[in-house]
């Protein structure tokens, strides 16, 4: 009887890991493709009835951006992954924040993600979800395209991967305000042109003693 209870106990166990490691959220392993570590799982071809939405279209520095993982009509989603890449080199880039409660009190059902140094979110636990959210900010010092990219499961075999949201623009902040040298003006420099008009101000009073000057010369002599 109790060798035939062992395999049981094995295949109950293997199926009670499994659960608990959808349950959790993506793993490490999945940064890369995507693709949740699940046995038996089937990526799906067709229209993926999951959309990410972004709150704009461009962010300036460390501008904040909220960002949106929807389910339409009457689907729902158990769990899911989503990343920021440049549009470049596919680099994961900035980083990801949100509420640690949700409406109602409820711990937040979102957890961060390292992989391998670069952010991305993920599901805390297995329930049906509609809609998530999340803010995303840049580096600040990057300037180009973004592209949030994620993965939707549906059940524990079935996910569309790869789904992406509509490209963002990034202008990257100034390390300091940009400002021209200021020039070392003499008396003779009356006709220099400026761009400045404290500059010009500056040569017209330097330049005033010098006229002055010349015309009691003038005057003396005659």
């Known amino acids: 009887m109790k060798h035939l209870l062992f395999p049981v106990i094995c295949l109950i166990a293997c199926q009670l890991k499994q ?8 793993p490490a392993s999945a940064c890369k493709d995507l693709i949740p570590q699940h ?13 990410i939405i972004t709150s704009g279209t461009s962010v300036y520095g460390t501008q904040r951006l909220n960002v949106t993982l929807k389910a339409e009509l009457e689907n729902t989603f158990k769990g899911f992954i989503l990343q920021a890449r440049k549009v470049d080199s596919q680099e994961l880039l900035g ?39 999340v803010t995303w900010e840049s580096s600040g010092y990057y300037e180009g395209n973004v ?42 420099m009356m006709t220099t042109a400026s761009t400045s008009g404290s500059s010009r101000n500056i040569n017209t009073l330097h330049g005033v003693p010098f006229l002055l000057g010349a015309m009691a010369v003038l005057h003396f002599s005659n």
Do not use: M
């Open 39 to 51: 046995a038996d799982i089937v990526v799906q071809e067709s229209p993926s009835p999951y959309s």
């Open 95 to 133: 980083a990801f924040s949100f509420p640690q409660r949700r409406a109602g009190g409820l711990p937040a059902n979102i957890r961060k993600l390292d992989c391998d140094g670069g952010a991305a979110v993920t599901h805390k636990d297995s329930k049906a979800k509609t809609v998530v959210q």
């Open 19 to 26: 659960v608990a490691s959808h349950s959790s959220g993506a």
């Open 147 to 188: 592209v949030f990219v994620g993965s939707f499961v549906k059940d524990y075999t079935t996910v569309w991967v790869e789904v992406k949201s509509e490209e963002v623009q990034v202008t990257k902040s100034s390390d300091q305000p940009t400002t021209l040298p200021t020039p070392a003006y003499t008396d003779h």
